[in-house]
């Protein structure tokens, strides 16, 4: 009668089981063949844990039922330490209570998995939504990353869901994925655009454009144009190796002040400054007067056409092997078709150099020329096409002159027309490419290009953490920058793929996204359809997508079937941010329960283990919905009348044996 009491008393418990009691028989051992013991029966209580309620629908996005085998992991605190018990139940009548933490109606808290955006690290649980990649990780309080271990219960695993502090929050781009199909049609050296959009540590949105280009009959090269506010941008094959990368100076206006930013570029370090002057091929200094400039994108204009000279003067270079120099050999140089002549260049090396470079006619074509050992180098500041003869004389027959860089220009894509360096289409910046295999390219000097309120001239200056420098750092993919971004089967679907990652080193005040917090770039996998093709056609995005979000007002959240809650904001963005898991028993029914429709688990039961919801026999999560309790109030009537006619009929027996005892007297008497 107490059992069906207590069932009666929670036929409208949420996720209540009902508790059925059985009886056996309880036999006392029987010493005489002429006499009985009697013995009776003893009481076995069992609930029905295991039995599933019926799922009503609710009006709350935070009630939550099971549908299948399991319990949601709860805690009687938030924020559990040690001596807080956890517990499980199925009552999800889940609340906000007044500091944003899911409480049930018993008082008890939701614990589960946090959700980040996945950093690539390989000691992290993954989770999959979509397209996206996610974690199961958490800041802890020192700001270090906390990666969970899905199958342990403990304060350490196990975090709240507290809805104050989803709302607001941004998330930083960790992975980014790409589908489109690149024309087989396509001519060598046909680009394709396709910006795409990543968010910082600081919910801002910036523009990524990457440029397909065809480079040979299934073969295409690919470079990213780096974000507004960012200094650089490494495209990688893996966490090392760079396959491409570019710079980037974004200027907020005029330089007011003279400045000399640097750049070292093959090993030589050559100086820009903001002031009037007359560009010095032999000594490596360049001048861009910001005051002659009409507006800031015309000093963009000639800084870059400055920073082309410089790179023209390293990498265009055409040299000859040394030894002796008569007084009266010639040097002829033929630039852009056009033979020129210099004779008596000097009888040695040095004097050669020094000869040349004092020739107004030999520097007015834009030629420079060094020596390094016995080694006569002759440089063009300009990207113009020229070659290294004989005079009259038959100048310097030792070896002939020889052009090692050819092939290196050719890579870098100076022979169809694009520039190391040049300002971005309809902006006041400046992208330059890092086109040597072997060297970094060094800006320096940020600090000193200033406006005259004292603010710093470009964004890039801004960066705390170092606004003086940052570097463009040397290819080293293996091939040198000859090698495909990707290279196409025959049947359309990619065969190698060389970019992996992007890492972005940011000016704009948000955590660097380079190092160890590289964006993973996602173009499909080898020999499959699912995300860069070449077939016949015109080119076609077919997806992108990135697990990153901007700012916006937590709006509410969804609860889906695999216990993903995902953050909706009030600027159309969704962001999963936790993870519900559905804890199993061996046996359920062997549970303990306690005060507040939960249970612990005992050796009966065995210990807990945490699933997905909806996977290896756990059940799935339904939002806005709550699990019945199991209780049959007719059945529960029924076994109550039957109960009480049992007991009543037991009962006469003490009446008869009462009875016969009252003979028994009566006879004595």
Request: charged fraction near 15%.
């Amino acid at each position: 009668m107490g059992a069906i009491s207590d069932n009666i008393t929670n036929v409208n418990t949420i996720g209540y089981k009902g508790t059925k009691v059985n009886f056996q028989t309880l036999v006392t051992k029987q010493t005489s063949l002429t006499a009985y013991s009697p013995g009776g029966v003893q009481s076995k209580p069992r609930a029905g844990v295991d039995i599933q309620g019926l799922l009503q629908a609710t009006s709350s996005a935070t009630d939550i039922g099971l549908s299948g085998q399991g319990f949601f992991v709860v805690n009687e605190a938030a924020h559990p330490e040690d001596g807080d018990m956890f517990a499980y139940t199925r009552a999800g009548s889940f609340k906000v209570d007044s500091e944003g933490y899911l409480q049930n109606v018993s008082g008890w808290f939701m614990q589960g998995w946090t959700l980040m955006g996945w950093d690539n690290s390989t000691q992290a649980s993954k989770v999959t939504v979509g397209d996206d990649i996610y974690m199961k990780a958490y800041k802890d309080d020192s700001g270090d990353t906390s990666y969970i271990n899905d199958n342990i219960v403990s304060a350490t695993h196990l975090r709240p869901l507290n809805m104050n502090e989803v709302g607001g929050t941004a998330s930083q781009t960790r992975n980014l994925r790409m589908g489109a199909n690149l024309p087989n049609g396509a001519d060598v050296g046909d680009l394709f655009k396709q910006p795409v959009t990543i968010y910082d540590s600081l919910g801002g949105d910036a523009t990524v454009q990457f440029t397909w280009e065809k480079i040979a009959q299934n073969r295409w090269d690919v470079e990213g144009i780096p974000p507004e506010g960012a200094k650089s941008m490494h495209l990688k094959k893996d966490s090392s190796t760079i396959y491409s990368a570019m710079g980037r100076l974004d200027f907020n206006g005029l330089p007011q002040t003279t400045g000399s930013m640097s750049m070292t570029i093959n090993g030589a370090t050559y100086t820009f400054e903001t002031d009037t002057g007359t560009d010095g091929a032999t000594s490596n200094v360049m001048y861009t007067n910001p005051s002659s400039a009409a507006n800031t994108g015309a000093f963009v204009d000639s800084l870059a056409a400055d920073v082309n000279k410089a790179f023209n003067l390293e990498y265009n270079s055409l040299y000859a092997a040394g030894g002796a120099i008569a007084a009266a050999d010639d040097l002829e140089v033929v630039v852009d078709g056009t033979s020129y002549t210099f004779s008596n260049v000097g009888a040695s090396v040095t004097a050669a150099v020094t000869a040349l470079n004092s020739t107004s006619s030999f520097t007015s074509l834009g030629l420079k020329a060094t020596f390094n050992a016995n080694d006569i180098h002759i440089y063009s500041e300009t990207a113009m096409s020229f070659s290294i003869g004989t005079g009259s004389s038959g100048v310097f027959a030792q070896g002939g002159w020889t052009d090692p860089k050819t092939a290196a220009l050719a890579d870098t894509k100076t022979t169809d027309g694009i520039t190391y360096a040049e300002r971005l289409a309809g902006t006041n910046s400046m992208i330059f490419r890092q086109r040597d295999a072997t060297d970094d390219l060094v800006v320096a000097g940020l600090d000193t290009l200033d406006l005259s309120d004292g603010n710093p001239a470009t964004k890039q200056g801004q960066d705390i953490t170092n606004s003086d420098t940052f570097t463009v750092s040397a290819i080293n993919i293996t091939g040198g920058t000859s090698e495909d971004a990707i290279e196409f089967n025959g049947d359309g679907t990619p065969k190698e793929i060389n970019v992996a990652y992007a890492d972005v080193d940011w000016a704009n005040g948000s955590e660097d996204m380079s190092g160890t917090d590289s964006v993973g770039v996602f173009l499909g996998n080898l020999n499959l359809s699912d995300g860069m093709t070449q077939l016949n056609g015109a080119y076609q995005l077919a997806y992108w997508s990135q697990n990153g979000a901007k700012f916006g007002n937590f709006a509410g959240v969804s609860i889906g079937t695999d216990g993903i809650v995902t953050a909706l904001f009030d600027n159309g963005v969704t962001r999963p941010v936790f993870q519900i898991p559905v804890a199993t028993f061996v046996n359920p029914n062997g549970m303990d329960s306690l005060s507040g429709n939960v249970f612990i688990s005992t050796d009966n039961s065995g210990e807990p283990t945490l699933r997905t919801a909806g996977s290896a026999g756990a059940g799935s999560v339904n939002a806005a919905s709550l699990e019945a309790s199991t209780v049959d109030i007719g059945t529960e009537f029924t076994t109550m009348i039957v109960t009480q006619r049992a007991y009543s009929a037991a009962a006469k027996i003490i009446t008869t044996a009462d009875e016969m005892l009252d003979e028994l007297v009566n006879i004595k008497r």
